[in-house]
């Protein structure tokens, strides 16, 4: 871990989540005046670490949103999140780190809504034409959608601790420890929100590593069973559900690959593993050991109930992770299908 400040105000902590690889970590430094400032990085004093006490930094780079900006009130409003605190004085040195932020911008009536997500977590502010804020949302614990009545930091960012093990948070701080993540990066258009993950492929290695200490897994995976093996078991696929009349909102779906002549599936056939929800549309397939990109011959997509409406969607990307746990370039993407009530499962591509 490492501190940040700025003229010796403000503090904020950045977990080196990716150990001792050279990785690029986005920090925002809040609202400041014009002119000359001083930037201090240290190796915090008041935390065991279970690590080196020596740090290379390669380089720092700088830059300035201004006001006039049309990214301004992005930078504005994002959050500052306290780290959690729930099992020692700092959990998140060693289990569920917040990694990178991203945003939404979407109109509304009478203005636009602005929803920051993090990994597990966020906060939403609506805006009038002027850029005032008329309300701020969080999603606190049991994902009830709470309005955010907590304090400021860093020149008026709202200040959010997280609160649950599932990444919920709350506006009660208990944790001195935080960061102040960079927006720097917005959903992709036309992607499920995983879509940003191809931008920070590191995060994929930092998730498999967490999995292997915290997670018993099949000595042998085995297609045929739910239970959780190695992440390069898998194939990884990324859906988006076209607009349109019906969208398929809220349509539980099952994905299909096919290795060679047998089809695998997402959810083995339980609508409760089924991916639902619009922007939830990233799962995997469990696979053959040793099966490589050349052994998928097809990819399905399954309505476990007929639409009322027909649904188009479309098949952002398939993938599978190296052998260290990063994301190899995608084999199938870009063709879509439409479910309708006769045809509720289409074959969406297959290997020319």
């Not at 991203?102 to 502010?125: C, K, N, V």
């Not at 018993?216 to 190695?230: F, N, T």
Request: charged fraction near 25%; hydrophobic fraction near 40%.
């Amino acid at each position: 871990m490492v501190s940040v400040d700025v003229d010796g105000g403000a503090r904020q902590e950045v977990i080196l989540a990716n150990g001792d690889e050279s990785t690029e970590y986005l920090r925002a430094l809040g609202r400041l005046p014009a002119g000359p400032h001083t930037l201090r990085l240290r190796i915090p004093q008041d935390l065991p670490l279970s690590a080196g006490r020596v740090v290379t930094v390669g380089s720092v780079r700088t830059g300035c949103v201004d006001d006039s900006d049309p990214a301004a009130s992005v930078w504005r409003h994002a959050p500052v999140i306290h780290y959690r605190a729930l099992n020692g004085p700092l959990d998140s040195l060693t289990s569920d780190a917040p990694l990178v932020l991203f945003y939404r911008l979407e109109p509304r009536a009478g203005g636009a809504a602005l929803e920051y997500h993090l990994i597990y977590s966020h906060e939403d502010a609506t805006l009038d034409p002027g850029g005032r804020v008329i309300g701020e949302e969080f999603q606190g614990p049991a994902h009830a959608t709470l309005r955010f009545g907590g304090g400021r930091s860093m020149g008026g960012h709202p200040v959010l601790q997280v609160a649950t093990l599932n990444g919920t948070v709350t506006d009660v701080v208990r944790c001195p420890y935080r960061a102040a993540l960079a927006p720097a990066t917005a959903q992709p258009e036309g992607e499920p929100r995983e879509g940003v993950l191809q931008r920070y492929p590191w995060i994929y290695r930092v998730s498999a590593l967490e999995v292997l200490r915290q997670v018993p897994l099949e000595a042998d995976p085995s297609p045929a069973s739910e239970a959780a093996a190695d992440l390069r078991s898998y194939v990884f696929l990324q859906w988006k559900r076209l607009p349109g009349p019906a969208p398929g909102t809220n349509l539980p779906l099952e994905a299909g690959v096919r290795v060679r002549d047998v089809w695998y599936t997402s959810a083995w056939g339980s609508p409760d593993l089924a991916f639902a929800e619009p922007d939830a549309e990233s799962t995997t397939v469990k696979v053959p050991a040793g099966t490589t990109e050349a052994d998928v011959t097809g990819i399905a997509l399954r309505a476990f109930d007929p639409p009322a409406e027909p649904a188009d969607v479309r098949l952002v990307r398939a993938f599978f992770l190296d052998g260290e746990y990063r994301p190899r370039p995608p084999f199938a993407g870009g063709a879509a299908c439409r479910l309708t009530r006769r045809e509720p499962r289409r074959v969406v591509w297959e290997r020319p």
